[in-house]
Nanobody
Framework: QVQLVESGGGLVQPGGSLRLSCALS????????MYWYRQAPGKQREQVAR???????TYEEFVEGRFTISRDNAKNTVYLQMNSLKPEDTAIYFC??????????????WGQGTQVTVSS
């Protein structure tokens, strides 16, 4: 069974940095397009970043060049390096893994999230 477990969240001051990790088990990370999402209090879940199987990356506007998504297929882990953190980055951060088989069957897996709090 495929499972995703996020880690690395915590409390950080504005301007600080955090590195989130998402470990996949039960399958090979190389098969999946990986995403980071976040959900802040009172707001809808939003996409933060994406990395393809070929290591192409995509970021949403609010990241403003501060975040970097990367993958290590040998370790079955995807990362989100977050620099210059702002209070509005406070949210629960989730990773997800997406895959479409040769028969067109879609798979979508989610972790349980890790809390990031940016505050003085």
């Amino acid at each position: 069974q495929v499972q995703l477990v996020e880690s690395g969240g915590g409390l950080v001051q504005p301007g600080g940095s955090l590195r989130l990790s998402c470990a996949l088990s039960g399958s090979a990370l190389s098969l999946y397009v990986m995403y980071w999402y976040r959900q802040a209090p009172g707001k809808q879940r939003e996409q933060v970043a994406r990395v393809t199987r070929g290591d192409l990356t995509t970021y949403e506007e609010f990241v403003e060049g501060r975040f970097t998504i990367s993958r290590d297929n040998a370790k079955n882990t995807v990362y989100l390096q977050m620099n210059s953190l702002k209070p509005e980055d406070t949210a629960i951060y989730f990773c997800s893994a997406d895959r479409i088989t040769g028969l067109g069957e879609k798979f979508d897996y989610w972790g349980q999230g890790t809390q990031v709090t940016v505050s003085s």
